[in-house]
């Protein structure tokens, strides 16, 4: 007789493991819970790339600064402010969208993470800080050279002009610096009457451009 209530419960249990197909069923996941929130870092209130009034909207330009990577698009406009991404190249890609007038402040900004597979992160509002950096230290200009010379970037062979300028501090030290220009560049990170900077080379420390366009789309969707 013991057996009976025995059987009972096992039947029972094996209704509840097997008899509710509902229990099976996947959970729809809202869609704002399918984006990561990332931490917006705070930003500078100033702009410390070229004029924005010099640029057309699509104009993008990437640099090797070391071990970064980078690049700068412009890929809007409101009234005569201008959205610039700053895009830190990596895995995410880390964005960061602004809104920059002609005097170089900077009025608003936004964040966000891009991954390889095309997957976004949320669009985080970024704090803009008051810029404190000291200014730099003031140079006498001593000497200037000028040429030009063919770089070659991403395939692409690029006859520049090359400016050597030499400059003394006030305690008498002495400097060099070499920029590359090219008027096919968009001035996005810096310009001259030349065209845009292809390459600076500052004691043990350069930059050089390793790509550039006309073709940029947002990576962010902000509020306008």
Do not use: N
């Not at 209130?45 to 104009?59: C, E, I, M």
């Not at 970064?68 to 698009?73: C, E, G, I, K, V």
């Not at 050279?145 to 050597?164: N, P």
């Amino acid at each position: 007789m013991s057996r009976i209530p025995l059987l009972l419960i096992l039947l029972a249990l094996a209704g509840c493991v097997f008899g509710s197909g509902k229990s099976s069923e996947a959970t729809k996941v809202p869609e704002a819970m399918k984006h990561t929130r990332p931490v917006a870092p705070k930003l500078p209130d100033r702009h410390p790339y070229g004029d924005v009034t010099r640029l057309r909207t699509g104009q993008w330009a990437s640099y090797r600064e070391g071990e970064r990577s980078f690049t700068l698009a412009a890929v809007g406009v409101a009234g005569d402010r201008v959205w610039i991404e700053v895009i830190e190249e990596g895995e995410p890609r880390q964005v960061s969208a602004r809104l920059v007038s002609p005097d170089g402040v900077i009025h608003k900004a936004f964040y966000g993470e891009v991954s390889k597979d095309g997957q976004k992160s949320s669009v985080e509002p970024q704090t803009l800080e008051q810029d404190g950096s000291a200014a730099p230290t003031r140079l006498g200009e001593t000497g200037r050279e000028t040429g030009e010379e063919a770089v070659t970037v991403g395939g692409r062979e690029l006859k520049s002009q090359r400016v050597k300028v030499r400059f003394e501090d006030l305690e008498g030290r002495l400097t060099e610096e070499t920029t590359w220009w090219h008027k096919d560049v968009p001035p996005i990170y810096a310009g001259t009457d030349a065209g845009g900077l292809v390459r600076r080379r500052t004691g043990a420390s350069t930059i050089e451009l390793t790509g550039f366009g006309t073709d940029a789309r947002p990576l962010l969707e902000v509020p306008r």
